[in-house]
């Protein structure tokens, strides 16, 4: 996708030195776009850990890569089982929650099983890591045009009015390798002229939504508006939301859907409101293993510290961060709820367009009966 005039991805190999990994630090955004050099693995589990980079596809990316990093210091062959798996263990353990992680670190492990001759391992590495990547971003491509097909239904509908589209969270291109999910067939949408406006939750306590999602979106010139996370249900009951669009970090087998914390919330207020809810995601965010999310699914627990402080700009124009609360009250992070099936109206993948129940996901994948 694009930042000014230049396309971008959010993870890539520096093409004149092989053996550094480039990543937007999004921490940074939207006040800053500033790129950070990750020369080993070590240092890629810390941006996955601090959310240098985040989101579902774009960790898994970064774990693999972080194995590639590995593999350039492995100096004797008896070491590469070793040093690989406690590279792994490393990078699996930044964050429980996305299983997009442990699907790329596991994919690397099990291509890279047998390889006894250092420069073969790197060779291999370099060549799956770069192939995770790339199917990352061909896979919310086509989440992009399958999705595209909903709002084309609804433009249909009544061609002069612009599609309200709600969406919580970040799952956009800075979600992932390229395109992202939820914002995948916004983009595509868009650039079929179809008209558009997207409600941005601000999605405390990290805001990734008015920080990433509206950076997005504006460099990208699609009309958006901000709106506090408690501001969705009082939309839809005055009929100015036509759907809502969300990310994934971990899907169950039987269409149950972990995304960011109050997630579920905008499901409930759009059940009860007869507005489609839709998630969207790569089939490398579905955990073939699990049934019942809501019991099922680690739910990361942060530090209380992302509730408690919020950086920003001041007027002369430096960052700072800031105390909301009493500073001796105690507070909870948890970083992400479960949305049942039931509330679920479809899930868009690479695909295509599916019953959130394991029935209609296994028609699409029916490799996986």
């Known amino acids: 996708m694009k930042v000014g005039n230049k396309s971008y991805r959010t993870i890539w190999v520096e093409p004149k030195n092989q053996n550094i990994v480039h990543v937007i630090d999004q921490r940074f955004l939207p006040h800053q776009f500033i790129i950070k050099e990750i020369h ?97 971003a061909e896979m919310c491509r086509n989440i992009g045009l399958h999705g595209l097909k909903i709002i084309e239904e609804l433009h249909e509908k009544n061609p002069q009015k612009t599609i309200n589209i709600l969406t919580h969270c970040n799952a956009g291109w800075l979600a992932f390798v390229d395109f992202g999910t939820a914002l995948s067939p916004i983009y595509t949408a868009h650039i079929k002229g179809i008209p558009i406006h997207v409600w941005v939750d601000e999605t405390r306590p990290r805001n990734q939504g008015a920080s990433l999602t509206a950076w997005e979106l504006k460099e990208h010139g699609i009309p958006h508006s901000i709106i506090a996370d408690n501001t969705g249900g009082h939309l839809m009951q005055h009929d100015l939301v036509d759907m809502v669009i969300v990310g994934s970090d971990r899907t169950t087998r039987t269409g149950d859907v972990a995304n960011k914390i109050g997630t579920y919330l905008k499901a409930l207020a759009a059940y009860d409101n007869q507005i489609p809810f839709y998630a969207a995601l790569p089939s490398s965010t579905i955990d073939w293993n699990l049934r019942d999310g809501i019991k099922e699914i680690p739910i990361e627990e942060r530090n209380a510290e992302e509730v408690k402080y919020i950086s920003g700009l001041i007027e002369n124009g430096e960052s700072e961060t800031v105390l909301l609360c009493p500073k001796d009250s105690p507070a909870v992070n948890y970083g992400f709820d479960v949305t049942p099936a039931r509330l679920v109206t479809g899930i868009i993948t690479e695909r295509g367009i599916c019953k959130a129940n394991e029935n209609g996901i296994l028609e699409l994948y029916p490799e996986r009966k």
């Open 40 to 136: 080993g693995h070590e240092t890629m589990a810390l941006a996955i850990k601090e959310m240098w980079v985040r989101g579902a596809g774009l960790i898994g990316a970064a774990g693999a890569y972080g194995i590639y990093l590995a593999s350039l210091f492995i100096n004797y062959a008896d070491e590469i089982p070793i040093k690989l798996n406690q590279a792994a263990q490393l990078l699996k353990s930044t964050r429980p929650t996305a299983v997009n992680l442990s699907w790329a670190i596991d994919k690397m492990l099990e291509k890279l099983r047998g390889i006894k001759n250092k420069e073969e391992l790197k060779a291999k590495a370099f060549e799956l890591a770069t192939q995770i990547a790339d199917q990352d």
